[in-house]
Nanobody
Framework: QVQLVESGGGLVQAGGSLRLSCAAS????????MGWFRQAPGQEREFVAA????????SYANSVKGRFTISRDHAKTTVYLQMNSLKPEDTAVYYC??????????????????WGQGTQVTVSS
């Protein structure tokens, strides 16, 4: 069982930046794609970004493309989400998750088997 712990959330003004981290412990994540999802109150959980097992391929939701960047460290134990030019509509609880496979093309929450507890991101206007 892998444990995923997100950190880095907080309150930021529109136009600001935050960097989320997802630290893994227990079982490895190095052979798996990883993803970030978010869920706003009353909304379904939605895909934000994914990165393949070696960091060589990424994918993004259209709503964050060009503003957010997903990456993973060399040891592949931590995954990051750099969020720039934040907008009030980015406000949500952000979750990291381990994919069931190694590619970055998975975007459905059902394709991810392990989840963190989430970190709140609030963007004020």
């Amino acid at each position: 069982q892998v444990q995923l712990v997100e950190s880095g959330g907080g309150l930021v003004q529109a136009g600001g930046s935050l960097r989320l981290s997802c630290a893994a412990s227990g079982r490895t994540i190095s052979s798996y794609a990883m993803g970030w999802f978010r869920q706003a109150p009353g909304q379904e959980r939605e895909f934000v970004a994914a990165i393949n097992w070696n960091g060589g391929s990424t994918s993004y939701a259209n709503s964050v493309k060009g503003r957010f960047t997903i990456s993973r460290d060399h040891a592949k134990t931590t995954v990051y989400l750099q969020m720039n030019s934040l907008k009030p509509e980015d406000t949500a609880v952000y979750y990291c998750a381990r994919s069931l496979g190694d590619g970055s093309s998975r975007t459905d929450p059902g394709d991810f088997g392990s989840w963190g507890q989430g970190t709140q991101v609030t963007v004020s206007s």
